[in-house]
Nanobody, 115 residues
Framework: QVQLVESGGGLVQPGGSLRLSCAAS????????MGWYRQAPGKQRELVAQ???????NYADSVKGRFTISRDNAKNTVYLQMNSLKPEDTAVYYC?????????WGQGTQVTVSS
């Protein structure tokens, strides 16, 4: 069983930055992929960014060049640095652990981009 706890969400003005953190209850060193997803009101949950165990990253086109995913295996934590935030980035952001045989989700953290 993997428990994921997100933090770092909040209200930010357009053009601002936030850093989300996802702390895992187990070692993430060998987890196939850690990722961030988001869900805006009335929309489906979508992939934002992934980082695989070998370090390869994958981003949604809408966040490329603005968001950066990273992992600290020693702290069992995954980060999402979000820069140049836009109102359309407003959503609940969820951390995901893809252990191949099973997916685990955090409870989500709200990010609101508004002036």
């Amino acid at each position: 069983q993997v428990q994921l706890v997100e933090s770092g969400g909040g209200l930010v003005q357009p053009g601002g930055s936030l850093r989300l953190s996802c702390a895992a209850s187990v070692s993430i060193f060998s987890i196939y992929a850690m990722g961030w997803y988001r869900q805006a009101p009335g929309k489906q949950r979508e992939l934002v960014a992934q980082i695989f165990s070998g370090g390869i990253t994958n981003y949604a086109d809408s966040v490329k060049g603005r968001f950066t995913i990273s992992r600290d295996n020693a702290k069992n934590t995954v980060y999402l640095q979000m820069n140049s935030l836009k109102p359309e980035d407003t959503a609940v952001y969820y951390c995901n652990a893809d252990a191949v045989s099973r997916n685990y989700w955090g409870q989500g953290t709200q990010v609101t981009v508004s002036s």
